[in-house]
């Protein structure tokens, strides 16, 4: 499993497809500060709640200079439907064979009522303009986590 990403180290590139199928790069934010969040699976319980709360966020982190972008092992057409379900407008990138997350220490071993697996750590990483990482936070808790975020970046509501 690779290392946990700290503040200071190069924010690993990518370049994944979004809902519409558009190919994005870490690279397109290049010169603004961005939020990269990853989350198990659209439309689930946990990943609606997190998703619909960067989406209520979204303006005050865009005005505080943060961009959004959530990454999920989902297909292109799922992301398709659940951003057009949830009305969500930061791009929705598909990492299907989890390299990205891999990179980004977002994939790993997990342990759920005592079985343990390898699956998607639900994770944020904040990557200043520069394409550094200024934050990362790992094993987040859906509810309460883009709350929390905007306590640490210090943006108002």
């Not at 990853?38 to 961009?67: I, M, N, V």
């Not at 904040?126 to 210090?154: F, I, S």
Request: charged share 25%; net charge negative; with cysteine.
């Amino acid at each position: 499993m690779p290392e946990r990403l700290i503040p200071g180290d190069p924010a690993p590139a990518f370049t994944l497809k979004n809902s519409d199928g558009v190919e994005v790069s870490l690279g397109d934010f290049h010169g603004r500060s961005t939020v990269v969040y990853f989350y198990p699976a659209a439309s689930t319980p946990g990943c609606t709640k997190e998703a619909c709360d960067f989406r209520d966020s979204l303006a005050s982190l865009q005005q505080a200079g943060y961009e959004v972008v959530g990454i999920s092992p989902d297909p292109v057409e799922k992301l398709a439907k659940f951003a057009a379900a949830e009305a969500l407008t930061f791009p929705l990138l598909s990492d299907p064979d989890h390299a990205v997350a891999g990179a980004y220490a977002a994939w790993g071993e997990k342990k759920n009522y005592g079985k343990t697996y390898e699956g998607l750590i639900r994770s944020t990483v904040v990557v200043d303009p520069e394409g550094k990482v200024l934050m990362a936070q790992y094993n987040v808790r859906a509810t309460g986590h883009v709350a929390k975020l905007r306590r640490d970046l210090k943006v108002d509501a």
